[in-house]
C-alpha cells in the first residue's frame, strides 16, 4: 500500500476470488486498536482494515480537527476524506477485494466519516454503520453525493450522549431515508459508548450484507 495511513489488516481464511471488507474508523483520542473487536466475528470471512487518524490527538489519535462539536475544521475534514477514498481504491486492486461487498464502520468522529464515504465515496458502498455520530452541514449541503438507494444503513445512538447529542443520530437517520437508503436505527440507554446490546444489534446488521 502506498497510503500514508498506519493501519492494522487481517484477512479471511478463504483465498479464492474476490473478498469483502470491513473498513473501521475509531473516535477522537482514540488509535486502530479500538475498534477491531468489534467485528471480530469477520475476521474469518472479510478483510478488516482498521485505520489510524493522521492528527495527534491526545492520548490518541483524531482523523480530523473540529471547530466545535459537530463543527469539524472544512479543510482538514475534506482531505482526510480524499485520502480514504484513495486508501479504500488503492486495497480494492492490493488485496482483490469485491468493490460490491465494501462496508464502513465508525464511532464518534469515525462515524461522521463512515456517513459521508457512504454519502460520496466512488465505488459506491454496499454498507455502513455509524455509532454516535452525526453528518456535517458541509457534507450534507456542497459534497457531490452518490446514488444510495442500494445502501444498507446501520445507525445507533445512546440517549444520553452528552458528547454528540441523541438528535444527531435521528438526524442522520432522516437524511439517509430521504435520499432512499435502507436504514436500520437504534437507541440506547447509554452515554457515548457502545453497549453490548449495540455492539451485538451491529453484528446482526453486518450479517446481513
Known sequence: ??????????APAEKEGKQPAIFLFHGMGSHEGDLPQLVSDFQDSHHIFSLRGPVVHAPGYAFFTIEEE???VREVFDKVVVYIQAFIREAITEFNLDPDRLTTVGFSQGAVLAQTLGLSMIPSLHGVAALSG??????KNEYAKQPV????VFISH???DYVIPSQSGVESKDYFESLGANVTFKTYGDGHGVT???QRDL?????TL
Open 196 to 198: 453490548p446490546e449495540n
Open 203 to 207: 453484528t446482526a446488521f453486518l450479517k
Open 70 to 72: 459537530g463543527k469539524p
Open 158 to 160: 445512546g440517549d444520553y
Open 149 to 152: 438507494d442500494q445502501l444498507q
Open 1 to 10: 500500500m502506498q497510503s500514508p495511513f498506519t493501519f492494522t489488516h487481517t
Open 134 to 139: 452525526y453528518i456535517p452541514d458541509f457534507v
